[in-house]
C-alpha cells in the first residue's frame, strides 16, 4: 500500500464530507452549475499553488507569488489602457512574470541565498513597485475595455475561459510532473540534492526552473484577477501567498521538498475554495476565513509529518532514551 | 555548493583588534555613522532631540521582537508570526479593557497572550518536529484571523491614560519608556547569548543540531524556550505598540514579521543559523530607524521605504557572497 495513494484518497474524502457537510443544510451549493462557480473561483488560487508546487518541490518557497500577480495585473491594466491588443497584454504578462520569477531563481541559484529570505524581499518590491507605477491610482471598471474584461468571464461549453485555463494547466502539469525530465528533476532535486549532482542534474537550474515557472503562471493569474475582478490597485491579492502555500501544504506537498501531487495540489487548493465560498452560504463571516486556513495549515502540516516521519529521527530518539 | 577543499590555513590569527575592525558590526557601525551624518546635512529638522526621541519609534518595537527572534535563526529556526502575536494579543487586551480591565491587567495579558501564542509555535516545532517556516506561517494566519474573528472591519479604542505610560511616556528628557525596554532587552539578550550556557547551546544547536543532542544538549527544551522568548518579545512590544497608537485594528502591526527579519539579517546573523551577535542586531535596527527616519523627512511615502527595506535585506545577504565570489 502506498502512502501517498492513501493521502489524496483521504484528501479526497474529506472534500466529499465537506461538501455532504454543506448539501446537508444548503442542497443548493452542490449543483453542478454551483460547483462550477466553485471551480471558477479557485482557479487563481489552483494556478497559483501548482507553480508553487513546484517550487517547494525544489526545497524552495515562493513567498512573491501574489505580489507578482499584483505587478503583472497592474501592468496589464495599464496596457489595456494604452489599447495595445488583448494578445500582446498576455504573452507580456506570462513573460513579464517568468522575469519576475527568474530574479527569484537567479538570486537562489548563482548567489545561493535561502529562498525565504530572496521571495521576502521581493514580495515587498514587487507590490511597492506598482505604487511607484501608479502612484497608488487605482484602475477601475470602466478604464478598462470590454475585450479585456470579457475574455476570462467567456463561456466555452458550459465553463468560463477561466476555468478552462485552469483545467488546461492542470493538465500540462500533470504532464510537466510526470512525463518530463524536469518534472524528474524536481523531484530528484528535492528528494535528494547531492544524489542529484551526482546524476548530473544542477541543483540551481532546476530551482531557477521552478520560480520561472511559478513566475509565468503568477503573471498569466494577474491578467485573469484583474480582468475577472475589473479592478487593479496595489494591494489587490495581498495575503494571497499565504493560501497559495496553505493550498499546497494540505494539498500534500512535504515542505522539505521532492514528494507530493499535481492531483493533491488541486485538491488543496479546491479545499480552501470550497470553505472561501462556502462561508458565505452557511452564514459564517468571511472575516473567519483567515483563522480557518491557518488551522488548516497546521492540521495539514501534523498530518503530512506524521505520515512520512524519517526513519534518521527514530533511531535517534531510541538513543536519547536509552541514555 | 560553495565547499572549497584545501581551505587556506593562516600562519598566524589576526590580532583581535583588526578581527573588530574587519568585522560586519564595524561595517554597520560605519554605515550608520555615514546614514546619521547625510541625514543631518539633508533635513534640517534631522538633530532636533526630540525629533530623534520620535524617530527611535521606527524601530524600538520591532527591535525588542528581534533579538528574541535573532536567537531563533541563531538555533536554525524561524518565527513568521511574530507581527500576527502582536495582533492577538492587542486583540485581548482590547477585550479585557472593553470588560473594564485596568492597566496591569492589561499588561499581564499582553505578556501572557504573547507567551501562549509563543508556547503554541515552540510545541509545535520542537515537540511534534514540525518545521518551523511552515507552522509559523500557519500561525501567522491564525493568530490575526482570531483577531479579525473578534473585531471584524472594527476596533478597540479608549484604553486607559494610565496605560499610555508604555508607548508614550518618557523616563526623563527625550528618553522614551520604550527606548529603555529596547536597551534592557538588548543587555538581557546579550548576556544571555554570548555569556551563558544558554547561549552556547542556541549557538551548537544551529551549527549541527544533531551533534548538539548527542552532546547532552536538550534541543528540543531549547528550541521550546526560544520560542516561548519570542511570544515573550512580541507580548512586550503589543503592548509597546497598542499603548503609542492607542487602538487595536485587527491588521496592527502587518508586515512586522519582514522587518523583523531584515533587521536580524542586517545584523549578520546567518540565515542558515549558527552565527551572529545581538550588537550586530542593535546597530541594524539603529540604521534601519535612521533610514526610515530620514527617508520620512523627506517624505518618501511608506510603501516605498519598503521597497527599500525589501532591497536592503536581499543586497546585504547577495553583495558579501558576490564578494567572495568575485576574490575567488
Known sequence: MSILKSREAILALAILLLLALIASRFPGFVTPANLGKVFTDTSPLILLALGQMVVILTKCIDLSVAANLALCGMIAALMDGAGIP???????????????????GLLVWLLGIPSIVVTLGTMTIYRGSIFL????????????????????RTVIAGLPVMAWIAIAVIAGFAVLVNRT???????????????????????????????????????????????????????????????????????????AGGSGTVAGCVMGALFLGIIKNALPVVGISPFWQMAISGSAILIAIAFNARANRAPGRIILKRAEHRT | MTEHLGRQIPDRLTSPLTRALKSWEALLLVVAVLIFIANSLASPYFLDPWNLSDASFNFTEKAMIAFAVALLIISGEIDLSVGSIIALSSTVMGLAMTAGAGTPVLVLLGLATGLACGAFNGLLVARFGLPSIVVTIGTMSLFRGISYIVLGDGAFTGYPASFGWFGQGYVFWVITVELVIFGFAAIIFGVLLHRTNFGRMVYAIGNNAVAARFSGIRVERVKFTLFLLTGLMSGIAAICLTSRLGSTRPSIAAGFELEVVTIVVLG?????????????VVLAAILMGLVTFGLGLMNVPGIVMSIIVGLLLIAVIALPRLWSMARR
Not at chain 1, 500582446?88 to 519576475?100: D, P
Not at chain 1, 507605477?133 to 476570462?152: C, E, V, Y
Open chain 1, 133 to 152: 507605477l501608479t502612484d497608488g491610482a487605482w484602475i477601475n471598471a470602466h478604464q478598462m475595455s470590454a475585450g479585456f474584461k470579457a475574455f476570462p
Open chain 2, 268 to 280: 549578520g546573523v546567518s540565515i542558515l543559523g549558527g552565527s551572529g551577535s545581538i550588537i550586530g
Open chain 1, 181 to 255: 525530465a524536469l518534472g524528474r528533476a524536481f523531484y530528484a532535486v528535492g528528494g535528494n540534492p547531492h544524489a542529484a549532482v551526482y546524476t548530473g542534474i544542477s541543483v540551481g537550474r532546476t530551482q531557477f526552473a521552478a520560480f520561472v515557472i511559478a513566475g509565468a503562471l503568477a503573471g498569466l493569474t494577474g491578467y485573469l484577477w484583474v480582468a475577472r475582478y475589473a479592478v487593479a490597485y496595489v494591494d489587490i491579492a495581498g495575503g494571497f501567498e499565504l493560501d497559495v502555500v496553505a493550498a499546497c501544504v494540505i494539498g500534500g506537498i512535504a515542505i
Open chain 1, 86 to 104: 488583448l494578445p500582446v497584454i498576455l504573452l507580456t504578462v506570462i513573460a513579464l512574470g517568468a522575469a519576475l520569477g527568474a530574479i527569484n
